[in-house]
């Protein structure tokens, strides 16, 4: 029997190493630190993918939360590319691309 966190935590790893794939000759390192949305409009599709499946994972290990919320996963690229058009120097991570993934908290 799979419980709904251990269905969700599969269900993401097997979103990974789906998306991973094999050797790629033009493979880049990206400082997320110091990435911003124009970086993220510049990435192919796939990328964008893979890159919202980390920023979700990323953002619920700082809040703790043990749960990624698939549909906001799903829906996060095309959320992001929305903010990033207006806003191309925006950092990548932050608070307003952290809202994408999670609820703003509450002061």
Known sequence: MVLPMQRSFLLAAAL?????GGNRANAEALDLMRAT???FVAMN??????????LAGYYAGGAQRPL?????ITSAPAQLAALCAKTPQLPLVGAETRAVF????AP
């Open 16 to 20: 990974a190493a789906s998306t991973v």
């Open 37 to 39: 949305c124009a970086d």
């Open 45 to 54: 599709g796939n990328d964008q993918n893979q890159l919202s499946l980390w």
């Open 68 to 72: 990624l919320d698939l549909d906001k």
């Open 102 to 105: 999670l609820p703003t908290p």
